[in-house]
């Protein structure tokens, strides 16, 4: 089992749609959680970072992890063509010194 | 917020001939320094990592003979393909961290090798 799963689309909505892109793990010692966002041919960019369970909220962006399942989730409300990325989950494992696991990434598109 | 870059951010060299990439944090002191390599569509593979004046780490796999990972000091770190041949293709990204655990990513670095 991968230590970060997550679902790698492709990812089709209209624009202005609630995105939901969601990443689960398999240790429940994981506590640091983010978002990266990769623009094609680009580094990736962090978006957001969670500690522990409960929301975050930025602007547009949501993050939400829940322990109790191992799940963790991004929401994008009012989705713009320029949030055409791919999405990256990320943890850094037991420890936030230690080296980023990272998801495979979901490609979004946002048609408008 | 903090910078990373990289160059080149594209290079294409001949099969047997080896190139270096650099990565620069421009605006703070990068104690780590990681090398991911991604192919299309894919996620990032964590290569190695480099803390300064010390030797890197390789993941398992990874030739240490063959991406030759230079971290001299606090703002630099070079990766340099030996011997390149054209599997050895891809983007290359570095990334840097300071004291905390956020790592700021380069723009990366598309290598053909034909």
Redesign the interface.
């Known amino acids: 089992q991968k230590e970060v799963e997550q679902d ?1 689309g492709p990812l089709s909505v209209p624009e202005g749609a609630i995105v939901s892109l969601n990443c689960t793990y398999s240790n429940s010692a994981f506590q ?1 959680f983010m978002w ?1 966002r990769q623009y094609s ?6 978006l957001m ?1 969670t500690y522990s369970s409960g929301n975050k909220e930025d602007g547009r962006f949501t993050a939400q992890v829940d322990k109790s399942s191992k799940y963790i989730s991004l929401f994008i409300r009012d989705s713009q063509p320029s949030d055409s990325a791919t999405y ?1 989950c990320a943890t ?1 494992g037991y420890s ?2 230690s ?2 696991i ?4 979901t ?1 979004l598109s946002i048609r408008p | 917020g903090a910078v ?1 870059s ?1 160059h080149p951010s594209r290079v294409i060299c001949k099969s047997g001939t080896s190139v270096k990439i650099e990565c620069r944090s421009l605006d703070f002191q990068a104690t780590t320094m ?1 090398w991911y390599r991604q192919f299309p ?4 593979m ?1 290569m190695a ?1 480099s803390n300064e004046g010390s030797k890197a780490t390789y993941e398992q796999g990874v030739e240490k003979d063959k991406f030759l990972i230079n971290h001299a000091s606090l703002t630099l770190s070079t990766l340099t393909v030996t011997s390149a041949h054209p599997e050895d293709s891809s ?1 290359y ?1 570095c ?1 840097a961290r300071d004291t ?9 670095t ?1 290598l053909t090798v034909t």
């Open positions: 790698p640091y990266y041919r680009k580094g990736p960019e962090l970072y990256l850094p936030s010194a080296k980023i990272f998801g495979s990434g490609r | 990373v990289q990681f569509k894919k996620s990032l964590l990592t983007f990204i990334s905390s655990y956020e790592q700021y990513f380069g723009p990366g598309r």
